[in-house]
């Protein structure tokens, strides 16, 4: 999606606290980062997530008061589409919608991300 939709979407990845902290609800034992203490622990862990899945989406860091993350509810994650100009707020992806194994429908929100480009292109 990301590619498909790069010269008219500015993608953004807002790293939040830690979804499955090993001291808190640890799954699985692949990897194990305990939940942040300090924004140097968040922002070393958000730079193990980026090295270690090769990840290119520019990536910004909530900071350790974890106020993005409260502000939208966005625990374990969540897709927001924001208007350029004015930075409205467009689209919120909603719990119900989640139905795929990472918590989120991407489908879903490419059927919004379409219609938004098809409005502002009127």
């Not at 990897?31 to 090769?54: F, S």
């Not at 467009?90 to 379409?114: C, M, N, R, W």
Request: charged fraction near 30%; hydrophobic fraction near 40%; charge should be negative.
């Amino acid at each position: 999606m990301v590619e498909m939709f790069k010269s008219r979407v500015f993608f953004l990845t807002i790293y939040i606290r830690e979804a499955h902290a090993c001291d808190e609800w640890k799954l699985g034992d692949r990897i194990c980062i305990e939940q942040h203490k300090t924004i140097e622990e968040r922002l070393d862990a958000t730079k193990q997530m980026m090295n270690g899945m090769d990840y290119h989406i520019p990536t910004a860091v909530d900071g350790i008061e974890d106020g993005f993350e409260k502000m939208f509810a966005v625990w374990p994650q969540r897709f927001i589409l924001l208007e350029n100009n004015d930075a409205k707020l467009l689209h919120v992806s909603k719990p119900e919608t989640y139905d795929t194994f990472d918590g989120h429908d991407p489908k879903a929100f490419y059927q919004v991300l379409i219609k938004c480009l098809k409005k502002a292109d009127k």
